[in-house]
């Protein structure tokens, strides 16, 4: 028979932070003669720490260095992070061209893990909040909890550069519909109300918000199309435009791609441009004239054969 042996587990309680260090600036100096504690929760360790270097009228908490010599800024705070730190935090980073910065804080708010998260996918630095609690089980010494609450990882590294291209793409977009629209509108009034967006396709409604026009915009091609949707009723619109198309293609001066699917609400007259794409900005100019010349023609032969409502 196994001997059954009595283990003897204690409680662990919460204590007042300002019961073992009276105030944020005893927790900083107790911090500077204990760095293994925060080492303890980064993946790197801190050397060579600094108890408040000046930043213009202003002191950073602690200052010190990774294991790269990079320089790290650590601001503690007891209570619920606050907008104040959060910009000491950022001013600090700044002025001394640190690479890392740790906020230490009793209770971080949800925006300001959401701040420092976006901060950490601009790649700019590398942000830390750690949570600061104070322990003790029954009689024992009482000690620091400290739990890294946010800091970069590759993921947040991935999310930032798939951000960054996204908003690259959306400003390059919009530079090509400026471009386009000059052209167009120059020749036609139909774009004359629609301004540059940063989507890949821009569109101007004819009739209510079921019937319009677009441009299309790819990387390696784009379209000029003509389309139907709801509420409108569009297969039975579309057949009966499509009763025309001989009429269409004629006034048009090509043949035309009709689009019509099953299970599908919307509805496409459409010509694709294949001389080029966003990709190719030194094309821009004849894919931008060339679009502008098809949607007017595609307009010339279409427009005859719209429903009124």
Not at 176 to 185: C, D, E, R
Request: with cysteine; net charge negative; hydrophobic share 40%.
């Amino acid at each position: 028979m196994v001997e059954k042996i009595e283990n003897v587990i204690g409680k662990i309680e919460r204590v007042n932070l300002h019961d073992v260090w009276r105030h944020e600036e005893h927790f900083s100096d107790w911090l500077a003669e204990n760095p293994d504690a925060l080492n303890a929760v980064l993946d790197f360790p801190l050397t060579n720490i600094e108890r408040e270097k000046s930043v213009g009228p202003f002191y950073v908490d602690l200052k010190a260095e990774d294991d790269q010599g990079n320089i790290v800024i650590i601001e503690n705070q007891y209570g619920k992070s606050d907008h104040d730190h959060l910009g000491k935090l950022l001013t600090y980073l700044t002025a001394l061209e640190a690479k890392k910065a740790i906020w230490i804080v009793e209770e971080a708010r949800p925006e300001h893990i959401q701040a420092i998260n976006s901060q950490n996918e601009s790649g700019i630095a590398e942000f830390y909040i750690i949570k600061l609690e104070a322990i003790q089980i029954e009689d024992s010494p009482r000690a620091p909890l400290l739990t890294k609450i946010i800091g970069p990882s590759a993921e947040t590294k991935d999310i930032g550069l798939i951000k960054k291209e996204f908003t690259t793409k959306a400003h390059t977009r919009k530079l090509f519909w400026t471009g386009l629209l000059a052209i167009v509108n120059k020749k036609s009034p139909l774009f004359k109300s629609i301004s540059p967006v940063s989507f890949n396709w821009l569109t101007k409604y004819v009739r209510s918000m079921d019937v319009g026009f677009s441009f299309v915009i790819r990387e390696n091609d784009a379209d000029v199309r003509f389309f139907i949707q709801p509420p409108a009723n569009t297969k039975k619109e579309f057949e009966e435009i499509q009763k025309h198309k001989k009429k269409i293609e004629s006034t048009f001066g090509d043949s035309l791609e009709w689009d019509v699917k099953e299970g599908r609400d919307t509805c496409y007259i459409s010509k694709k441009i294949t001389i080029g794409g966003l990709s190719d900005e030194q094309k821009w100019p004849d894919i931008q004239q060339t679009m502008a010349d098809t949607m007017i023609k595609l307009e010339e032969a279409i427009s005859p054969f719209i429903a009124s409502k």
